[in-house]
Every structure is written in structure tokens, then in C-alpha cells.
């Protein structure tokens, strides 16, 4: 019962290096997010996908890439790691993408530091 | 501009009493409204929702109230717990751009159960 699977939980990078987050989900839900919780604040929504191949902006988009190549997997890239994406980062998946009756299920997180 | 606020960041409360977390909102176009719940090191789980047609919504010791014309949103916990003890985050949906809807979240209360 894996639900929404993150890796890695942990990653310290440098300024200027690059990573991808891996995001897994076995619901067969179309709708996947990116989200990100500074410490005292709620989530921001990076990224989020209605399908395989298509992929749209959330609120804080810059900085980071996804694509979206099947139904399962949804990859978030950080190209120049900067100070300011230090954050803990959330995936997300629903079955109709938040309408009535159609809760985001949650993955446990990656934190990631850049120094 | 915080369209989703929870203007208590934390709660403390005995166990066995009533827990009263509260929420309010801005953009009267949200049409559904979540609860979630956050333990440290994991991601946020959901709790329970409540659509705009409805005022109440229980499951189990926990009740959702929404008043729609104050434009805000409780939640009740009976009897509090200590394993109640974690983030609760409030969040919002509404339709945004043809068929898709956004989740908007506020920062979470931090409830504490003392036994």
C-alpha cells in the first residue's frame, strides 16, 4: 500500500548544483503536484500535471522543471540550486484534482538544504 | 494576500477535552474545504473535507463546521487525544482556468494534547 513515494528523504547540495527529486505514485491518479513548506508557512505549489505530457505552472515555478512521461512518475529538477530553494518538498497526487470528494494524498517529504 | 488563514499557530489542550481549531477565508469562489493533518518527518495526511453545500461533516471524533457566510471554517476534536498532537493545515479549493481546480493552503496550528 505505498501510496505516494518521494526520494531521496534527505539532500544537502551546493549552490549552483543541480538534482532531480523523484515522485512515485501507484493510484493511478492523473493529477500530481509539487509543492514546497518553508519553515511557519503553508505549502506553495510549484508545478502540477493533469496527465502524462502535460505539465503547468503552480504559484513559485522558478527555478525548477518537471515533466510528466507516464502516469506514475512526476520528476521535479532544481538546474541551479540556490539558498532560497532550501525547503522541505511535498508530491502530491489526486484521482480528479481537488473537486469535491477528491483529496490530495501526500508523499513524506524530501528535505533539502543548499549551502 | 493569504486567501486561506489560521490565525492561531498553536493550540494547547487536555485530554479528553474539546479541541477548536478555526480557519477563514477570503475568495468566495472555494467550493471545497480539506483538513489536514502533519506529524513531524512525514508528509500531511488528510483528515477530513467538507463541501460549500453542506454546514457540517463528521467522521468519528472529528467534525468539520463551515459557515459560509462568516467565511469561515472549524474544526472539533472530541475527546482530544495526545496522538492528536501534530500541524493541522486548513485548505481551500476552487476552480482555476477551465477544468482544473487549485488547493490553497494556510500556514497550520500546532495542536498539542497534554495528557
Known amino acids: 500500500n505505498a501510496g505516494v513515494t518521494q526520494t531521496p528523504k534527505f539532500r544537502i547540495l551546493k549552490i549552483g548544483q543541480s538534482m532531480t527529486l523523484q515522485c512515485t505514485q501507484d493510484m493511478n491518479h492523473n493529477y500530481m503536484y509539487w509543492y514546497r513548506q518553508d519553515p511557519g508557512m503553508g505549502l506553495k505549489l510549484i508545478y502540477y500535471?493533469?496527465?502524462?505530457?502535460?505539465?503547468d505552472k503552480g504559484e513559485v515555478p522558478n527555478g525548477y522543471n518537471v515533466s510528466r512521461s507516464t502516469t506514475e512518475d512526476f520528476p521535479l529538477r532544481l538546474e541551479l540550486a540556490a539558498p532560497s530553494q532550501t525547503s522541505v518538498y511535498f508530491c502530491?497526487?489526486?484521482?480528479?484534482?481537488?473537486?469535491?470528494?477528491?483529496?490530495?494524498?501526500f508523499g513524506n517529504g524530501t528535505r533539502l538544504t543548499v549551502t | 494576500d493569504q486567501q486561506v488563514k489560521q490565525n492561531s499557530p498553536s493550540l494547547s489542550v487536555q485530554e479528553g477535552r474539546i479541541s477548536i481549531l478555526n480557519c477563514d477565508y477570503t475568495n468566495s469562489m472555494f467550493d471545497y474545504f480539506l483538513w489536514y493533518k502533519k506529524y513531524p518527518a512525514e508528509g500531511p495526511t488528510f483528515l477530513i473535507s467538507i463541501s460549500s453545500i453542506k454546514d457540517k461533516n463528521e467522521d468519528g471524533r472529528f467534525t468539520v463546521f463551515l459557515n459560509k457566510s462568516a467565511k469561515h471554517l472549524s474544526l472539533h476534536i472530541v475527546p482530544s487525544q495526545p496522538g492528536d498532537s501534530a500541524v493541522y493545515f486548513c485548505a481551500a479549493s476552487a476552480r482555476s482556468g477551465g477544468s482544473n481546480y487549485k488547493l490553497t493552503f494556510g500556514k497550520g496550528t500546532l495542536l498539542t494534547v497534554n495528557p
Open positions: 502530491a497526487s489526486s484521482r480528479t484534482g481537488g473537486r469535491v470528494g477528491s483529496p490530495l494524498h
Open positions: 500535471s493533469v496527465g502524462a505530457g502535460i505539465t
